[in-house]
């Protein structure tokens, strides 16, 4: 079992930053790809970036690709997504998760997930 919890969402106004972060706890979390999705209000949930156990190639979304940044610390079992230039259109529930796949854009690739945080961004 690993045990994931988010942190890190809030208020903000449009071009601020933000970063989230998640710790893992249970199994190893260097052996995970980690993954961070997101779920707008009456929307599914969609995949955001994702980084591979070495941390080597960070992936993301077209629409975060420029202004995100993932990146983990293995030592203190946390991944992290840094935020910038926030938009109103980034507005959602944060979800990180946790797979064994090496590349990893779908849900269904991930085994465990967290249990979110909100990110508001003001227009």
């Known amino acids: 079992q690993v045990q994931l919890v988010e942190s890190g969402g809030g208020l903000v106004q449009a071009g601020d930053s933000l970063r989230l972060s998640c710790v893992a706890s249970g199994r190893t979390f260097s052996s995970f790809t980690m993954g961070w999705f997101r779920q707008a209000p009456g929307r599914a949930r969609e995949f955001v970036a994702f980084?591979?156990?070495?941390?080597?190639?960070?992936t993301y979304a077209d629409s975060v690709k420029g202004r995100f940044t993932i990146s983990r610390d293995n030592a203190k079992n946390t991944v992290y997504l840094q935020m910038y230039s926030l938009k109103a259109e980034d507005t959602a529930v944060y979800y990180c998760?946790?797979?064994?796949?090496?590349?990893?854009?779908?849900?269904?690739?991930?085994?465990?997930w967290g249990q979110g945080t909100q990110v508001t961004v003001s227009s």
């Open positions: 980084i591979s156990w070495s941390g080597g190639t960070p």
């Open positions: 998760a946790a797979g064994t796949s090496v590349v990893a854009t779908t849900e269904r690739l991930y085994r465990y």
